[in-house]
Structure formats: structure tokens, C-alpha cells
């Protein structure tokens, strides 16, 4: 993947090095960001975003016309992979046993890893096809059949949905007896 963008854009070691540095600078600001905005407006809508904007990073990759577009789609594709692992970490939390939150923390850190070499299997299989921008057209197309999935039934966080209700009724006040009419 890394010879044939270098290839056919004519890019050094180093612009290809910033390129795929990009995603990774990409991760680390979407992971800082988001996990904070899922917990404030809900961890459902961020992850949805943050699957869209993943998604729609990897495909535009495969449009990029140069070594500007390469490292904009690229930082856009990590801003959404980073910003939806904090919030897939805190569905998963929340929603298991508290015995075995550790255990299954670790078990979404590996799936993410096999995911990635998923990704390598995959980019090695469509190496020979007819380029580059297939991989990221694959990696960004599954995601975005997956977001309909998503939307319609994944639950919104129960911490997420106690503390806005808390709020709410903070916000509402102390509730009087209610008055009838004589």
C-alpha cells in the first residue's frame, strides 16, 4: 500500500512517513476530543460520528490527488478511528459485568489489534488489484453499511442516559405538591 501511493504520487520515504504519521496524530486528537463530547452529549451520537468520519476518511483517501489530500484524509481518517475507541471502551465498561470489565477491555484492545491485521490480510489480497485506492475504498465502505446497523440497535449508554436525567431534574428543581383546582 505504502509503495504504491509513494508510486504514484512520487512521494519520498519521509512525505510517505508523514503521511501515514498523519492518521496516528489523527488518533490522538480524535480519542482526546471525543470520549469528553460522548460523555457530554452522548455516547452513541459520538461513536456514529466518529464511525462517519472514519469512514469517509478512508474512502476520500482513495481520491487524493496529491501529498496535501493524502495527509488531510489520512488525519481525518484517524480523528474518527480515535475518536470512536474511547467511547467503544466505555460502552464496553459499562455494559459488562463489573467482574469482568477488566478481561473484556482487553478483549476489545485485541480485537481493534486483529483488526488491524485484518486490514494487512486484506490490503495483501487487493495489492494486485487495480490500486492502491481499493484498500481504502474496502476500508471505507464497510463502515459506512455498518452505521445503519449501529444507529438502529445499539443502546445509548445507561451511565450516559442517569447522568443527563440527573441534570435534568437538577435543573428542574425541587417539585411542589401538585395543586388541584377548588
Not at 11 to 38: E, N, R
Not at 84 to 94: D, H, I, M, R, Y
Amino acid at each position: 500500500q505504502r509503495v504504491g501511493i509513494a508510486r504514484a504520487f512520487a512521494l519520498s520515504a519521509q512525505q510517505i512517513g508523514a503521511v501515514f504519521s498523519a492518521g496516528l496524530l489523527g488518533l490522538c486528537i480524535g480519542s482526546l476530543i471525543v470520549g469528553p463530547l460522548g460523555d457530554r452529549h452522548g455516547r452513541k451520537p459520538a461513536l456514529l460520528v466518529s464511525v462517519f468520519v472514519f469512514a469517509a476518511g478512508s474512502v476520500l483517501t482513495g481520491f487524493a490527488d496529491g501529498l496535501h489530500s493524502l495527509l488531510a484524509w489520512r488525519l481525518l481518517t484517524g480523528l474518527g478511528l480515535g475518536g470512536a475507541t474511547p467511547v467503544v471502551l466505555a460502552l464496553v465498561a459499562e455494559a459488562c459485568p463489573r467482574r469482568l470489565r477488566a478481561s473484556l477491555n482487553m478483549v476489545m484492545y485485541c480485537g481493534l489489534m486483529l483488526g488491524g491485521l485484518f486490514g494487512g490480510a486484506v490490503t495483501a489480497l487487493v495489492l494486485d488489484s487495480p490500486g492502491w485506492q481499493w484498500i481504502f475504498f474496502i476500508g471505507g465502505v464497510l463502515p459506512l453499511f455498518y452505521l445503519p446497523v449501529l444507529a438502529r440497535w445499539l443502546p445509548e449508554s445507561t451511565e450516559y442516559l442517569e447522568a443527563r436525567d440527573a441534570a435534568v431534574v437538577a435543573l428542574a428543581g425541587p417539585a411542589g405538591p401538585a395543586q388541584t383546582p377548588a
